[in-house]
Protein backbone atom coordinates (compact mmCIF):
# COMPACT_ATOMS: atom_id res chain seq x y z
CA UNK A 1 0.00 0.00 0.00
CA UNK A 2 1.40 3.47 -0.84
CA UNK A 3 0.33 6.29 1.36
CA UNK A 4 0.80 10.03 0.13
CA UNK A 5 0.59 12.66 2.81
CA UNK A 6 0.07 15.95 1.26
CA UNK A 7 0.28 19.89 3.25
CA UNK A 8 1.61 22.96 2.80
CA UNK A 9 0.27 26.49 3.26
CA UNK A 10 -3.26 27.61 2.03
CA UNK A 11 -3.17 28.78 -1.60
CA UNK A 12 0.05 26.72 -2.37
CA UNK A 13 -2.22 24.00 -4.37
CA UNK A 14 -3.25 21.29 -2.15
CA UNK A 15 -6.49 20.94 -4.10
CA UNK A 16 -5.16 20.92 -7.54
CA UNK A 17 -2.45 18.53 -5.94
CA UNK A 18 -5.06 16.32 -4.54
CA UNK A 19 -7.32 16.72 -7.46
CA UNK A 20 -4.26 15.08 -9.81
CA UNK A 21 -3.94 12.22 -7.43
CA UNK A 22 -7.40 11.27 -7.52
CA UNK A 23 -7.23 11.27 -11.01
CA UNK A 24 -4.28 8.93 -11.24
CA UNK A 25 -6.75 6.52 -9.62
CA UNK A 26 -5.61 7.54 -5.46
CA UNK A 27 -8.59 7.12 -3.00
CA UNK A 28 -8.06 11.07 -1.51
CA UNK A 29 -9.48 12.69 1.69
CA UNK A 30 -9.03 16.18 1.89
CA UNK A 31 -8.51 17.76 5.70
CA UNK A 32 -7.93 14.78 7.44
CA UNK A 33 -7.23 14.90 11.13
CA UNK A 34 -4.12 13.97 11.89
CA UNK A 35 -5.07 12.42 14.37
CA UNK A 36 -6.58 9.66 12.42
CA UNK A 37 -4.15 8.72 10.18
CA UNK A 38 -2.77 5.64 12.19
CA UNK A 39 -6.80 4.46 12.51
CA UNK A 40 -7.05 4.97 9.05
CA UNK A 41 -4.20 3.06 7.71
CA UNK A 42 -5.13 0.22 10.25
CA UNK A 43 -8.80 -0.10 8.67
CA UNK A 44 -7.60 -0.36 5.57
CA UNK A 45 -5.03 -2.91 5.54
CA UNK A 46 -7.53 -5.02 7.61
CA UNK A 47 -10.26 -4.09 4.67
CA UNK A 48 -10.09 -7.42 2.23
CA UNK A 49 -9.75 -5.35 -1.19
CA UNK A 50 -9.36 -1.90 -0.06
CA UNK A 51 -7.51 1.11 -1.71
CA UNK A 52 -3.98 0.14 -2.75
CA UNK A 53 -3.17 3.79 -3.31
CA UNK A 54 -4.01 6.55 -0.75
CA UNK A 55 -3.68 10.20 -0.84
CA UNK A 56 -4.76 12.74 2.49
CA UNK A 57 -4.20 15.97 2.95
CA UNK A 58 -3.28 17.29 5.90
CA UNK A 59 -3.16 21.38 7.24
CA UNK A 60 -3.42 23.93 9.37
CA UNK A 61 -6.93 23.48 10.42
CA UNK A 62 -5.86 20.89 11.94
CA UNK A 63 -5.90 21.39 15.68
CA UNK A 64 -2.47 22.63 16.62
CA UNK A 65 -1.78 19.96 19.18
CA UNK A 66 -2.56 17.37 16.24
CA UNK A 67 0.36 19.10 14.41
CA UNK A 68 2.78 19.08 16.99
CA UNK A 69 2.60 15.18 17.43
CA UNK A 70 2.70 14.94 13.29
CA UNK A 71 6.97 13.04 13.76
CA UNK A 72 5.04 10.89 16.04
CA UNK A 73 2.46 9.69 14.08
CA UNK A 74 4.43 9.09 11.28
CA UNK A 75 6.72 6.96 13.36
CA UNK A 76 3.39 4.75 14.60
CA UNK A 77 3.17 4.08 10.51
CA UNK A 78 6.14 2.15 10.20
CA UNK A 79 4.88 -0.76 12.07
CA UNK A 80 3.16 -1.64 8.51
CA UNK A 81 5.72 -3.51 6.88
CA UNK A 82 3.93 -3.32 3.52
CA UNK A 83 3.33 0.41 3.63
CA UNK A 84 5.25 2.91 1.54
CA UNK A 85 4.77 6.74 3.03
CA UNK A 86 5.54 9.54 1.43
CA UNK A 87 5.28 13.20 2.62
CA UNK A 88 4.78 15.61 -0.14
CA UNK A 89 4.84 19.63 1.19
CA UNK A 90 3.59 22.26 -1.53
CA UNK A 91 4.42 25.96 -0.68
CA UNK A 92 5.15 29.31 -2.56
CA UNK A 93 7.03 32.68 -1.60
CA UNK A 94 5.22 34.98 0.74
CA UNK A 95 4.36 37.14 -2.46
CA UNK A 96 2.67 34.66 -4.32
CA UNK A 97 0.96 33.41 -1.75
CA UNK A 98 -0.40 37.13 -0.88
CA UNK A 99 -1.41 37.71 -4.41
CA UNK A 100 -3.63 34.55 -5.04
CA UNK A 101 -5.41 35.13 -2.03
CA UNK A 102 -6.27 38.65 -3.23
CA UNK A 103 -6.81 37.84 -6.57
CA UNK A 104 -9.59 34.94 -5.54
CA UNK A 105 -10.79 36.89 -2.24
CA UNK A 106 -11.07 33.68 -0.55
CA UNK A 107 -10.72 33.94 3.27
CA UNK A 108 -7.50 32.51 4.71
CA UNK A 109 -8.38 29.85 7.17
CA UNK A 110 -6.45 31.60 9.91
CA UNK A 111 -7.48 35.09 9.48
CA UNK A 112 -9.82 36.27 12.59
CA UNK A 113 -10.31 39.89 13.68
CA UNK A 114 -6.99 40.20 15.37
CA UNK A 115 -4.82 38.76 12.42
CA UNK A 116 -4.77 39.99 8.87
CA UNK A 117 -3.58 37.60 6.01
CA UNK A 118 -0.09 38.34 6.22
CA UNK A 119 0.19 37.49 9.82
CA UNK A 120 -1.47 34.27 8.77
CA UNK A 121 0.77 33.02 6.14
CA UNK A 122 3.30 33.67 8.52
CA UNK A 123 1.76 31.82 11.28
CA UNK A 124 0.91 28.69 9.16
CA UNK A 125 4.26 28.17 8.04
CA UNK A 126 5.25 27.98 12.02
CA UNK A 127 1.96 25.45 12.94
CA UNK A 128 3.20 23.15 9.86
CA UNK A 129 6.63 23.39 10.13
CA UNK A 130 6.18 19.56 12.07
CA UNK A 131 5.33 18.45 8.76
CA UNK A 132 7.32 20.33 6.23
CA UNK A 133 10.63 19.04 8.30
CA UNK A 134 9.71 15.35 7.07
CA UNK A 135 8.88 16.18 3.76
CA UNK A 136 10.56 13.67 1.04
CA UNK A 137 9.46 16.15 -1.30
CA UNK A 138 8.99 19.91 -1.59
CA UNK A 139 7.07 21.49 -4.44
CA UNK A 140 7.80 24.85 -4.87
CA UNK A 141 4.64 26.54 -6.73
CA UNK A 142 5.94 30.21 -6.96
CA UNK A 143 6.02 30.21 -10.78
CA UNK A 144 3.74 27.46 -11.51
CA UNK A 145 0.23 27.58 -13.36
CA UNK A 146 -2.51 24.84 -12.26
CA UNK A 147 -1.38 22.70 -15.32
CA UNK A 148 2.43 22.91 -14.64
CA UNK A 149 1.18 21.69 -11.07
CA UNK A 150 -1.03 18.74 -12.20
CA UNK A 151 1.61 17.99 -14.52
CA UNK A 152 4.57 18.12 -11.65
CA UNK A 153 2.38 15.86 -9.46
CA UNK A 154 1.77 13.51 -12.40
CA UNK A 155 5.01 13.15 -13.23
CA UNK A 156 6.89 12.62 -9.76
CA UNK A 157 4.42 10.99 -8.05
CA UNK A 158 1.73 8.71 -9.34
CA UNK A 159 4.36 7.57 -12.39
CA UNK A 160 7.26 6.87 -9.73
CA UNK A 161 8.68 3.44 -9.36
CA UNK A 162 8.53 1.81 -5.92
CA UNK A 163 12.08 1.85 -4.45
CA UNK A 164 13.42 4.17 -7.42
CA UNK A 165 14.94 7.45 -6.56
CA UNK A 166 13.02 10.48 -8.21
CA UNK A 167 15.84 12.96 -9.70
CA UNK A 168 14.85 16.39 -11.29
CA UNK A 169 17.15 18.68 -12.74
CA UNK A 170 15.60 22.25 -12.43
CA UNK A 171 16.88 24.94 -14.10
CA UNK A 172 16.36 28.77 -12.99
CA UNK A 173 17.21 32.44 -12.84
CA UNK A 174 18.53 33.79 -9.81
CA UNK A 175 17.00 37.11 -11.28
CA UNK A 176 13.86 35.61 -10.31
CA UNK A 177 14.52 34.25 -6.83
CA UNK A 178 15.58 30.79 -5.96
CA UNK A 179 13.50 27.20 -6.06
CA UNK A 180 12.19 26.83 -2.43
CA UNK A 181 11.90 23.54 -3.53
CA UNK A 182 16.20 22.41 -3.98
CA UNK A 183 18.36 19.50 -2.30
CA UNK A 184 21.11 20.83 -4.23
CA UNK A 185 21.84 24.17 -5.85
CA UNK A 186 24.69 24.42 -8.15
CA UNK A 187 25.46 27.76 -9.20
CA UNK A 188 26.83 28.59 -13.09
CA UNK A 189 26.90 32.27 -13.45
CA UNK A 190 30.39 32.37 -13.51
CA UNK A 191 30.27 30.35 -17.22
CA UNK A 192 30.69 32.53 -20.56
CA UNK A 193 27.37 33.53 -21.19
CA UNK A 194 25.62 33.59 -24.15
CA UNK A 195 23.48 36.31 -23.51
CA UNK A 196 26.39 38.63 -24.48
CA UNK A 197 26.44 37.41 -27.82
CA UNK A 198 23.48 39.11 -29.91
CA UNK A 199 22.62 36.10 -32.22
CA UNK A 200 22.55 34.03 -29.27
CA UNK A 201 20.55 36.15 -26.98
CA UNK A 202 16.98 35.37 -28.32
CA UNK A 203 17.83 31.65 -28.21
CA UNK A 204 18.07 29.22 -25.27
CA UNK A 205 19.89 26.18 -23.72
CA UNK A 206 17.75 23.94 -25.92
CA UNK A 207 18.98 25.48 -29.46
CA UNK A 208 22.13 23.87 -31.25
CA UNK A 209 23.72 27.52 -31.60
CA UNK A 210 24.00 28.06 -27.70
CA UNK A 211 24.83 24.39 -27.28
CA UNK A 212 27.94 24.85 -29.95
CA UNK A 213 28.99 28.07 -28.14
CA UNK A 214 28.88 26.18 -24.56
CA UNK A 215 30.65 23.24 -25.97
CA UNK A 216 33.67 25.02 -26.91
CA UNK A 217 34.59 26.72 -23.21
CA UNK A 218 36.69 24.04 -21.29
CA UNK A 219 34.86 26.05 -17.89
CA UNK A 220 31.55 24.46 -18.77
CA UNK A 221 32.96 21.40 -19.27
CA UNK A 222 34.96 21.11 -16.20
CA UNK A 223 31.25 22.59 -14.32
CA UNK A 224 30.04 19.59 -15.57
CA UNK A 225 32.30 17.31 -14.32
CA UNK A 226 32.50 18.72 -11.23
CA UNK A 227 28.86 18.37 -10.32
CA UNK A 228 28.46 15.15 -12.34
CA UNK A 229 31.36 13.88 -9.46
CA UNK A 230 29.55 14.97 -6.71
CA UNK A 231 26.38 13.84 -7.71
CA UNK A 232 27.90 10.31 -8.40
CA UNK A 233 29.81 10.13 -5.30
CA UNK A 234 26.64 11.01 -2.75
CA UNK A 235 23.91 9.54 -4.53
CA UNK A 236 24.23 5.90 -3.24
CA UNK A 237 24.21 7.24 0.29
CA UNK A 238 20.90 9.22 -0.63
CA UNK A 239 19.49 5.73 -1.82
CA UNK A 240 20.49 3.92 1.50
CA UNK A 241 18.90 6.64 3.60
CA UNK A 242 15.35 5.48 1.66
CA UNK A 243 15.25 8.52 -0.34
CA UNK A 244 12.15 8.88 -3.13
CA UNK A 245 13.28 12.33 -4.46
CA UNK A 246 16.02 14.40 -5.22
CA UNK A 247 16.09 17.74 -6.74
CA UNK A 248 19.06 19.40 -8.21
CA UNK A 249 18.44 23.12 -9.19
CA UNK A 250 21.38 24.34 -11.48
CA UNK A 251 21.51 28.25 -11.86
CA UNK A 252 22.14 30.77 -14.28
CA UNK A 253 21.43 34.94 -13.92
CA UNK A 254 18.21 34.57 -16.53
CA UNK A 255 17.51 31.01 -16.46
CA UNK A 256 17.92 30.57 -20.31
CA UNK A 257 21.16 29.72 -21.54
CA UNK A 258 23.72 28.36 -18.94
CA UNK A 259 21.80 26.87 -16.39
CA UNK A 260 19.70 24.91 -19.11
CA UNK A 261 22.30 23.58 -21.10
CA UNK A 262 23.75 22.16 -18.19
CA UNK A 263 20.45 20.30 -16.98
CA UNK A 264 19.45 18.62 -20.04
CA UNK A 265 23.18 17.45 -20.29
CA UNK A 266 23.32 16.58 -16.54
CA UNK A 267 19.95 14.83 -16.92
CA UNK A 268 21.28 12.60 -20.45
CA UNK A 269 24.27 11.25 -18.20
CA UNK A 270 22.49 9.94 -15.10
CA UNK A 271 19.52 8.41 -17.69
CA UNK A 272 22.26 5.98 -18.51
CA UNK A 273 22.31 4.51 -14.83
CA UNK A 274 18.90 5.32 -13.55
CA UNK A 275 15.23 5.43 -14.84
CA UNK A 276 13.47 7.92 -13.11
CA UNK A 277 14.87 11.21 -14.22
CA UNK A 278 13.29 14.20 -14.91
CA UNK A 279 14.43 17.74 -16.38
CA UNK A 280 12.22 20.99 -15.27
CA UNK A 281 13.11 24.54 -17.43
CA UNK A 282 11.53 27.16 -14.72
CA UNK A 283 11.88 29.98 -16.61
CA UNK A 284 11.16 28.36 -20.03
CA UNK A 285 7.84 27.06 -18.74
Known amino acids: MKLVVLSGR ?73 LVCEVIYLDASEATLLKRFSATRRKHPLTDLYSGL ?46 SLSLLFESFGFKHGTPLDTDFTFDVRSLPNPHWIPELRPLTGLDQPVQAFLQQSPDVAEMQQDITRFLERWLPRIRQDNRSYLTVAIGCTGGQHRSVYLAENLAGHFRQSMDNVHVRHRELN
Open 10 to 82: SGSGKTTALQALEDAGFYCIDNLPAMLLPELIRQMTDTQGGPSRIAVSIDARNLTSNLERFPTLLEQLKQYTD
Open 118 to 163: RDAIDQERVLLEPIASLADMRIDTTRMTLYELRDRVKLRITQSREQ
